[in-house]
């Protein structure tokens, strides 16, 4: 927000700096800068009526981002070490699928809150009321959000504890007795994590609304702590049990929603939980969260589905699974989620600052992001997949077929990367307007599309090649256990789940265009020269190197490290200098 007043440069240099890259100031306290009759300034944190607030440059936006990237480098990085504990204590055994498929509910309902349907109705409908109403009314809407989020929760939560055989029985109906078991003592371990890390997601949409990006994003680090805790520490205390896995998770939830709740007292908008289902804010936030509940997180069903598949398949599916897709997540965590959490108040307060052309500008900037960043990061999980499986993971109990097995659902799955970092802008595009229909349509499509993919792509391996008539064969034509005889057959499951997220952005893309509150700004085409041009540079490098050193298994884990250092390394300067040459510069970015 720029002022003018008697020190024009100095305002508009600190009310730059404060209201888009400060993290830790208290907008309670009012600006001491002058202003002219007419031109906003600011009086508290939740604005009052009348005010018109500016638009956020494009440079807040890429420093925004970088803020948050950086943060959840951090919580990627320790949640690979926590990965790696893993693999070396527990491997990818019945017990560890047991542990991931009960992991998968509560961890579906964070990705729900935070980064799906709960924060695109709620951050939207705040920033109309940070814009548009005093700081007594905002804090009320947080109260009454926060005590109706809290009172559903906690009813789910007792149903799931109640309900927890049955569901795993639902769930997994292919686990053996002890496994079906060991899965229903998690679910009642694990699922409370849901109601704590829901209440965090909500005092994380109050700071990215305030900008203040860094603490949200660095809070999932307290989960891979407690989970290598618990791996470590709690674990040999327990005989080696899986059950403390669960106790971690439990832990994580209540730290995370902790370490929030001084930054938002520092606001002045530390809840205080009220019923408020009669509330207006409250009412239109639930309207909206309805059909984002399913339109906003395709991703999460598809792969709860896939999980539910993957429970028939050879033993190590649901394992193989999950460690790929935890590489997926440093380009979606660091990059599509940090594009995402910053890029959807801004375009929430343009469209509520009735702004068309710097909401058009806000995507183009995100759309540029996702181009530079998914394509290279797509070919480098591709052709780069089994260094980085044995690298990380093959140790222990995570033997030479584990790591390629996980390769090949990296692999299969990494095509679609651009897809889901796209999402990740398209999506708020339309919630941040809130329109909450218009993506249903694309959701429903991308569920039965995974589906059909599903069947058709595992019908083919049964019908359509050797082994799959050989093993239907020997099961006397049952599917069930003719799909789990077939090693490799979860890599079709990851496969579908890429198909699906094309066709989920794809058709975001076209509705949005539709919609027509997206212009193409100037020079899309040379950036598709450049990035075509460096992608190449990259996969010529990588392969390169690939050829040199085909083989993976027998070395140390210094060995492994050091050239997989080389191969990151050397895709990544090919890739960036290219770009350099051809004339592209950080600078690009900001506008």
Not at 205 to 223: E, H, K, Q
Not at 276 to 305: C, K, W, Y
Not at 359 to 380: H, T
Not at 577 to 588: A, C, K, M, S
Request: hydrophobic share 55%; glycine share 10%; net charge positive.
């Amino acid at each position: 927000m720029e002022f003018y007043g008697t020190q024009p440069g100095r305002c508009r240099a600190r009310a730059t700096e404060e209201g888009n890259y400060g993290v830790f100031r208290d907008l309670r306290q009012p600006s001491r800068c002058p202003a002219e009759p007419g031109v906003s300034r600011p009086s508290d944190g939740a604005g009052r009526a009348g005010e018109a607030r500016p638009p956020a440059r494009q440079s807040g936006l890429l420093r925004s981002t970088a803020v948050f990237s950086a943060m959840t480098l951090l919580s990627r990085v320790s949640g690979l070490v926590r990965d790696q504990v893993y693999a070396h204590v527990f491997g990818a055994g019945a017990a560890m699928d047991a542990f991931f498929v009960a992991f998968r509910l509560p961890n579906f309902m964070r990705r729900l809150s935070a980064e799906g349907s709960f924060s695109m109705a709620f951050v939207p409908v705040l920033a109309e009321y940070r814009q548009t109403r005093d700081h007594a009314e905002v804090k009320e809407l947080v109260d009454r959000v926060a005590g109706t989020l809290a009172a559903a929760l906690l009813v789910v939560t007792a149903a799931v504890l109640l309900l927890a055989p049955w569901i795993a029985r639902l769930v997994a109906p292919e686990f053996a007795p002890e496994q079906q078991r060991l899965l229903a003592d998690l679910l009642r371990i694990t699922f409370p994590y849901a109601l704590f890390i829901s209440l965090a997601s909500l005092a994380g949409g109050i700071l990215n609304t305030w900008r203040r990006f860094a603490i949200p994003a660095l809070s999932p680090v307290l989960l891979n702590l407690s989970m290598i805790a618990a791996a470590l520490g709690l674990a040999p205390l327990m005989g080696g049990s899986v059950l403390a896995l669960g106790w971690g998770v439990l832990a994580a939830g209540m730290l995370q929603l902790a370490f929030q709740l001084p930054w938002l007292a520092r606001l002045g908008l530390l809840p205080r939980p009220r019923w408020g289902a009669a509330h207006a804010g409250v009412r239109r936030i639930m309207t909206l969260m309805v059909p984002t509940l399913f339109g906003s997180s395709v991703v999460q069903f598809n792969l709860l589905f896939n999980t539910w598949v993957a429970a028939f398949l050879a033993g190590g599916s649901v394992s193989w699974l999950y460690y790929s897709d935890r590489l997926l997540e440093f380009p979606l965590g660091m990059f599509g989620v940090a594009i995402g959490t910053v890029i959807l108040p801004h375009l929430s307060s343009r469209h509520a600052a009735t702004d068309p052309e710097g909401f058009s500008r806000g995507l183009d900037w995100g759309f540029r992001l996702c181009v530079l960043i998914g394509v290279p990061a797509a070919l480098g999980l591709v052709v780069c997949a089994q260094p980085l499986i044995a690298t990380l993971f093959q140790y222990g109990r995570f033997d030479a077929l584990d790591a390629r097995m996980s390769a090949w659902s990296l692999m299969a799955q990494s095509i679609a990367v651009p897809a889901f970092l796209l999402v990740k802008v398209l999506a708020p595009a339309f919630y941040s307007r809130q329109d909450t229909r218009t993506p249903v349509r694309a959701a429903v499509a991308a569920v039965l599309v995974n589906a059909a993919c599903t069947a058709v792509l595992l019908g083919l391996l049964l019908y359509a090649t050797d082994a799959g008539r050989a093993a239907l064969d020997a099961a006397g034509g049952r599917i069930g256990q003719a799909l789990a005889s077939l090693q490799g057959a979860h890599a079709l499951l990851a496969l579908a789940i890429a198909i699906a997220g094309w066709t989920n952005a794809l058709q975001l893309a076209w509705l949005l265009r539709r919609a027509g509150v997206y212009r193409r700004s100037p020079g899309w085409g040379r950036l598709l020269v450049q990035v075509a041009v460096g992608a190449a540079g990259l996969l010529a490098v990588v392969l390169w190197l690939r050829g040199l050193w085909p083989d993976w298994d027998h070395w140390a884990w210094w060995e492994r490290g050091w050239r997989l250092m080389a191969l990151v390394g050397g895709g990544a300067v090919a890739y960036a200098g290219l770009l350099l040459l051809l004339g592209l510069r950080p600078r690009h970015l900001r506008a």
